[in-house]
């Protein structure tokens, strides 16, 4: 599978790390959206200076609204130097919930951009992952030939199930609203000098919203060291939807519906015409 095999133990938190400490903790905030731009061609005149090129505005799908004023007076840190602070921010938005624990304590907004960017692509930079890996072995029933993956597996999230049925999206908000111009840049740091990273948010939400719920047994093949779908098109699925398939309808589902709360508030704003 995308993110590393199926029977190896250091698997990684599939979405709830990768959506509440990726989607949902590590998010930044509302309170900026940057413009960037192309240079248009110009032609100069006859006898008079080259004329000035004009920088359009890119389009933004989904601007934020402005943080709120207690907010846009305190400083934030350099994003090399925000680890303490965005971990201080997770822990108390958690209300005693222990999601800090699960947070690799490192370069957690650089981590939680690469994550996000890529959950709709085959495969996640695993060096790079906000959270820790998954406690227990993966457990398939059957041989390299044909298996399917053992319920039990899902229980392996529930601790982690656990903090993000408890998490109040609007106090993540809170720190999506604080953080976001960090998140901002680490997106533009990535290559997009011209994104906007809550629109990619959006669309990688949107992405995971979509994934097919798998009810009935989900057959695995075993062609070299790991387990993959038995389903070519499962197989060919984004890293993202395989995390969420993987652990069980019921998870699954509770993953969608605070992902649904979260898409409805970082969508509020109107689209700037």
Do not use: C
């Not at 981590?111 to 906000?130: G, Y």
């Not at 072995?137 to 298996?147: K, N, Q, V």
């Amino acid at each position: 599978m995308a993110y590393g095999d199926f029977d190896r133990p250091s698997n990684r938190k599939p979405l709830i790390g990768a959506a509440i400490a990726v989607a949902v903790a590590g998010l930044g905030g509302w309170f900026y959206w940057y413009t960037h731009h192309v240079p248009l061609p110009t032609v100069p005149a006859a006898d008079q200076p080259e004329a000035e090129a004009t920088l359009p505005a890119a389009r933004i799908e989904h601007p934020m609204p402005a943080a709120p004023d207690e907010a846009a007076k305190t400083a934030l840190p350099e994003l090399n130097d925000s680890d303490q602070a965005i971990i201080e921010a997770l822990r108390n938005a958690a209300a005693g919930a222990p999601l800090v624990q699960y947070l690799v304590p490192e370069s957690v907004i650089r981590h939680v951009v690469v994550t996000v960017d890529n959950l709709p692509r085959q495969k996640i930079a695993v060096d790079k992952r906000p959270v820790t890996p998954t406690m227990g072995a993966f457990i398939a029933d059957g041989d390299e030939l044909h298996a399917t993956l053992d319920k039990r597996n899902f229980k392996r999230y529930e601790p982690l199930m656990d903090v993000l049925r408890k998490a109040d999206m609007q106090r993540f908000a809170g720190v999506y609203v604080r953080f976001y111009p960090l998140l901002q840049k680490a997106y533009q740091d990535l290559g997009y000098p011209t994104g906007y990273f809550n629109d990619r948010l959006v669309q990688v939400i949107d992405m995971l919203l979509a994934t097919p719920q798998i009810t009935g047994p989900i057959e695995l093949v075993r062609p070299n060291v790991m387990y993959v779908f038995a389903d070519p098109k499962l197989e060919a699925l984004p890293a993202g939807q395989k995390l969420l398939i993987r652990m069980g309808a019921d998870n699954a589902a509770a993953v969608k519906a605070k992902l649904m709360e979260l898409r409805a508030i970082i969508t509020a704003a109107a689209p700037k015409r």
